[in-house]
């Protein structure tokens, strides 16, 4: 299953409200993850299951969508939200993530 | 604390082999998935592969990039998890992470709640 990401980078404003989009080459029910990765980093998962939040995650993190078509929307971004992003589906094998989306000041 | 380490990686001249370890501290490793993925330079996340817990017998599954070459074993005497990586290719310098994954519910479903900081792994002559 091909995991497609857009934008593949974005420049933002702290306190801005950003959206990403991950969309999957098939369904894959609510077998979708998102992940934080910072310059040097191991990953970081933020959401599973499209929209439950991990725990110690903050809240203006979300995630919705069904089906093929899943969104990442960081509300009042912080400095410290600066990241790459991955999505990542867990429906079939192999598993696979997105491209990832570079998150920039 | 809940946590992961990953070591054994180094410079590996290609056709060569190495094994690295995930060792588990604050958890049992035999009570979840574990799985391997990869980070080469400046590129985005690659899945590796995984090997289930022991009550799905510690069965393995691997990507098509590395069957045959790649191993996943587990050793719950030590709760670590091993990738022994032969035949290997330059293009498989990269960074190796180990997860574990956690179930979400009564699904199929398995998500990767805890990482290493990995283990840098480079195949070159």
């Known amino acids: 299953i091909q995991m497609t990401q857009s934008p593949s980078s974005l420049s933002a404003f702290v306190g801005d409200r950003v959206t990403i989009t991950c969309r999957a080459s098939?369904?894959?029910?609510?077998?979708l993850g998102w992940y934080q990765q910072k310059a040097g980093k191991a990953p970081k998962l933020l959401i599973y299951?499209?929209?439950n939040l991990q725990s110690g995650v903050p809240s203006r993190f979300s995630g919705s969508g069904s089906g093929t078509d899943f969104t990442l929307t960081i509300n009042s971004l912080q400095a410290e939200d600066f990241a790459t992003y991955y999505c990542?589906?867990?429906?079939?094998?192999?598993?696979?993530f997105g491209q990832g989306t570079k998150l920039e000041i | 604390e809940v946590q992961l380490v990953e070591s054994g990686g180094g410079l590996v001249r290609p056709g060569g082999c190495v094994r690295l370890?995930?060792?588990?501290?604050?958890?049992?490793?035999?009570?979840?998935?574990v799985d391997w993925v990869r980070q080469a330079p400046r590129r985005g996340l690659e899945w590796v592969g995984r090997?289930?817990?022991?009550?799905?017998?510690?069965?393995?599954e691997y990507a098509a990039a590395v069957q045959g070459r790649f191993t996943i074993s587990s050793d719950t005497s030590k709760n670590s998890v091993y990738l022994q990586m032969n035949g290997l290719k330059i293009e498989d310098t990269a960074v190796y992470f180990c997860?574990?994954?956690?179930?979400?519910?009564?699904?199929?479903?398995?998500?990767?709640?805890?990482w290493g900081k990995g283990t840098m792994v480079t195949v070159s002559s």
């Open positions: 370890s995930c060792a588990a501290s604050g958890f049992s490793l035999s009570d979840h998935y």
């Open positions: 299951a499209i929209s």
């Open positions: 098939q369904g894959i029910t609510n077998y």
């Open positions: 990542q589906q867990d429906y079939e094998y192999p598993v696979t």
């Open positions: 997860t574990r994954n956690s179930k979400y519910g009564g699904s199929d479903y398995y998500y990767m709640d805890v």
């Open positions: 090997i289930r817990n022991k009550a799905n017998s510690f069965t393995t």
